[in-house]
């Protein structure tokens, strides 16, 4: 069964996960122009603005106004090239989950697996729309307020006049391309990242029931119970290895972005379409950490459920040797596996809550540097 359809066509169209029916020359070397295009596309975007901030940001207004989207395009290249380094990685990733020991054994554990990968694939089609309609609410406010005085959508540094001329509309159509392409690397990313994730807990509940039928067997044996138990524990950590980066980014950046988007909603007036705008990306960004900190918070519960399906068994009917190994088992459980930024913030919901008590200290901070 192919896992997390929805958020690998996502990142086909991100340009950095090539279909798995180009297999040609011609088609690589395509889609390989392609990646080259976005990246070059990604970075140009965000090299204007950084460019900007430094040269022209003189206030508070001036600094919100033009950070929010740099950081959302920051985050979308460290993103785009996670994935290009780790893409035979993640791969890995996915093709464990479907062979041993993690390969359904029977059809109640292939209900289990597909169960979950439902949950995500309708999860990452929600998440999409949500984030597209922010983007399209963006570019129709851009056209209705920007295009027509002939004004860019963000403020950028360009190495050239483009209030007149062809020179106006490749800067405009740049901006708008490097906003749709954006929101998709980021939809993608979070999904491929949470839906392993969501993966991680189905083989949890996988193992459950695994324990639940052992006693049940004409001659228990531990050895694959213990095996597995211990496979899921490195599979995280190989999974968070190859997030880190993204991890730790991500959590930097919401935290920003959500102070800057707060300071932009207190200074633009209430019935405006640019109103709806900041309001819509506010909870897509709130949305994007959420989904990191639930998720890591469901792994972590999941994997202390191992020591209730323990306790739930017939384990008084299993001889010495097969208990010990279940209380080494129970031991490991209880040290829960736990997604962590920089091996120092856990990825759980008391870490989303302190997100948004950081970003609100700032947020007062941006407000009494503008009050004096």
């Known amino acids: 069964m192919a896992i997390l359809k929805p958020a690998f066509k996502l990142l086909t169209i991100g340009g950095c996960w090539r279909p798995r029916l180009w297999t040609t020359r011609c088609e690589r070397i395509l889609y390989s122009l392609y990646t ?3 990246l070059l596309l990604l970075h140009s975007f965000g090299v204007s603005q950084l460019l900007n901030v430094i040269l022209n940001v003189q206030t508070t207004d001036d600094l919100s106004d033009s ?3 740099f950081i959302a395009n920051i985050l979308a290249c460290v993103k785009i090239i996670t994935l290009l380094i780790n893409a035979k990685n993640i791969k890995i990733l996915c093709e464990k989950l479907q062979t041993h020991p993690c390969e359904p054994k029977n059809s109640e554990e292939l209900a289990i697996q597909r169960n979950y990968d439902r949950k995500i694939g309708s999860i990452t089609i929600c998440y ?9 609410c963006m570019i129709v406010s851009s056209l209705l307020i920007d295009f027509r005085y002939r004004k860019l959508a963000y403020n950028v540094w360009l190495p050239f006049n483009y209030s007149s001329g062809k ?3 490749v800067a405009y159509v740049h901006q708008l391309l490097s906003l749709f392409v954006t929101s998709i690397l980021n939809v993608g990313c979070d999904v491929i990242f949470c839906g392993l994730c969501v993966h991680a807990c189905s083989q949890q509940e996988i193992l459950q029931l695994r324990l639940k039928e052992f006693p049940k067997q004409h001659r228990p044996k531990i050895g694959p119970i213990v095996e ?9 950590s190989m999974m968070q290895e190859k997030f880190e980066a993204v991890i730790g980014t991500q959590l930097t950046a919401s935290t920003l972005v959500v102070c800057f ?3 932009q909603l207190t200074n633009t007036p209430l019935m405006s ?8 990306y506010l909870v897509c960004m709130m949305t994007q950490i959420f989904f990191y900190c639930w998720y890591g918070n469901a792994l972590k519960l999941k994997s202390i459920e191992i020591v209730n399906a323990i306790f739930g068994i017939d384990w008084t009917s299993l001889d010495n040797s097969t208990k010990r190994s ?10 829960p596996i736990e997604l962590t930024s920089a091996f120092v913030f856990t990825m759980d919901l008391s870490t989303f809550v302190s997100i948004l008590r950081t970003s609100y200290s700032a947020y007062n901070l941006l407000q009494r540097n503008k009050e004096s």
Do not use: G, K, S
């Open 36 to 38: 080259i295009f976005v």
């Open 67 to 69: 950070f929010y989207m």
């Open 128 to 136: 999409a729309i949500l984030v597209e309609t922010t983007v399209f």
């Open 167 to 169: 020179l106006y509309y």
């Open 228 to 236: 597995f138990h211990d496979y899921l524990y490195r599979y995280v």
């Open 261 to 263: 988007i707060l300071y």
């Open 273 to 280: 379409m640019r109103y709806l705008q900041f309001v819509l």
């Open 326 to 335: 279940l209380i080494i088992i129970m031991r490991r459980a209880m040290n």
